[in-house]
């Protein structure tokens, strides 16, 4: 069988059961051109279909959800949750709750879950739900009015041994507390049925850095290989939400300077280096916009629309924003600025047509569903320490996290290199990933 052929032929089923989820697609056509080779290498796997009940999703559920503004007016949402993959664990992900979301995002976000956390060592499965409910400019009573009708309908579907969600865009700290005081209301019990809680009722420590400390420890990795570090280097990285400020932190802590940061309207940069205090004021505390930074900080300025950013000269680009945020265009301008590094801070941040300029530009590269393991790695350590009884200290969490984080970067680099992909962490991501999920679905029979 012909490489294209079967790519084309996977495709062409996956474009026909879901037409017009092109996100879907383009996550899908990625990992079926990386795990060409092992199909090649494994016949039963192509004997047992295992890739094609893979881009199956296990369970898909969709339904309404009616809530009461302050005002008095109902409203209806709709809410999903995608049950993609339970060959090795629980089914794990996040909710989004964000006006963009649709089945094909959800979807695309599930698929993606599922490799990246079987990269993570630890025993998860991958799935993904949310809602187009925007909390943005909410009252604090809407959100949880809105929390609790969606839990009403999602707690038959979840549990901590079945599905255990946690947050993603526009699921905070808030809305995990609403969300889980429901489902604790509804079903009388505590468990960890969602991770990143608050640490007075279950929650980890590191939890709410994990995925930006994460993000920072894969790309030392990548940059230890090429022979330098973080000292002195200069950083962009997109978005100012949990993933942008802690991967911020990190990088400021191990001698970086982080230059710019964004949001929904616009970037700052500041090149005498980004005052974090104030960003995490703005954002985590005031829920403000990043054009007030510069009100206080006079070496700053702000320009108007996001996509910009990635015009700012650096060493090394964070993207931690939103999916796609990267195209041709903005990768060309990285390469012509002598960008030595790319770590996806976001899921799939960049253009198949952006990755390939990178990897053709020996940019090194650093694909999100291993470089921003580190969230759902660290809600695993949550699960487990949820099982135990136990809570871990910060500097325990932290140590697990960088252990798991340098697990994942030998993974991704021993599966390139064992199947004649040297340095493309992409295509050894998806055939570390594959791997281990495929042997789990061979071992328990067409299920």
Not at 112 to 125: D, S
Not at 202 to 219: D, K, Q
Not at 311 to 322: N, Q, Y
Request: aromatic share 8%; glycine share 12%.
């Amino acid at each position: 069988m012909g490489k294209q052929y079967y790519v084309d032929e996977i495709m062409g089923q996956v474009l026909a059961r879901n037409p017009g989820e092109s996100e879907f697609h383009q996550a899908v056509r990625e990992v079926v051109e990386s795990v060409q080779a092992v199909i090649e290498k494994n016949p039963a796997f192509a004997r047992a279909k295992v890739l094609e009940r893979m881009v199956e999703p296990e369970r898909q559920v969709m339904f309404r959800v009616p809530w009461v503004d302050d005002r008095g007016e109902v409203q209806v949402n709709r809410g999903f949750r995608v049950e993609f993959s339970s060959a090795i664990g629980p089914y794990k992900g996040g909710l989004r709750f964000h006006p963009s979301v649709y089945l094909g995002i959800i979807k695309f976000l599930g698929f993606e879950q599922v490799f990246k956390n079987a990269l993570t060592t630890t025993p998860i499965g991958g799935g993904k739900g949310g809602s187009d409910f925007d909390p943005k400019g909410k009252s604090d009573n809407e959100v949880m009015r809105f929390c609790q009708s969606f839990m009403s309908e999602l707690f038959r579907h979840i549990g901590p041994d079945t599905d255990v969600p946690a947050g993603d865009i526009g699921v905070g700290g808030r809305e995990i507390g609403f969300l889980f005081g429901q489902y604790k209301r509804l079903t009388n019990t505590f468990t960890g049925v969602l991770t990143g809680k608050g640490l007075e009722w279950g929650g980890s420590l590191v939890r709410t850095e994990a995925t930006g400390y994460g993000l920072v420890y894969f790309v030392t990795r990548m940059l230890q290989d090429r022979g330098t570090d973080w000292k002195g280097k200069k950083v962009v990285i997109s978005g100012s939400g949990n993933v942008a400020i802690y991967a911020t932190q990190k990088a400021q802590e191990l001698g970086a300077r982080v230059i710019a940061m964004s949001d929904s309207n616009g970037y700052i940069v500041d090149e005498e280096g980004i005052k974090l205090d104030t960003v995490k004021r703005i954002k985590e505390v005031e829920r403000g916009r990043i054009r007030e930074y510069i009100d206080e900080h006079r070496s700053a300025q702000y320009v108007e629309g996001w996509k910009g950013i990635w015009s700012v000269p650096c060493d090394i680009a964070l993207p931690s924003a939103t999916q796609n945020e990267i195209d041709a265009e903005a990768a060309e301008q990285l390469v012509k600025n002598k960008c030595i590094a790319v770590g996806e801070g976001a899921n799939m941040p960049s253009t198949p047509e952006a990755i390939e300029i990178f990897l053709e530009h020996g940019v090194a590269f650093g694909p999100a569903k291993a470089a921003n393991a580190g969230g759902v790695a660290t809600s695993a350590l949550e699960m487990c320490q949820n099982s135990m009884r136990l809570n871990w200290t910060f500097d325990e969490v932290d140590q697990r996290l960088k252990q798991i984080m340098n697990a994942v970067y030998d993974q991704c680099t021993g599966a390139a290199e064992a199947y004649g992909a040297e340095g493309n962490l992409v295509a050894g991501a998806n055939i570390a990933g594959f791997l281990k999920v495929a042997r789990a679905m061979m071992a328990q029979g067409v299920v």
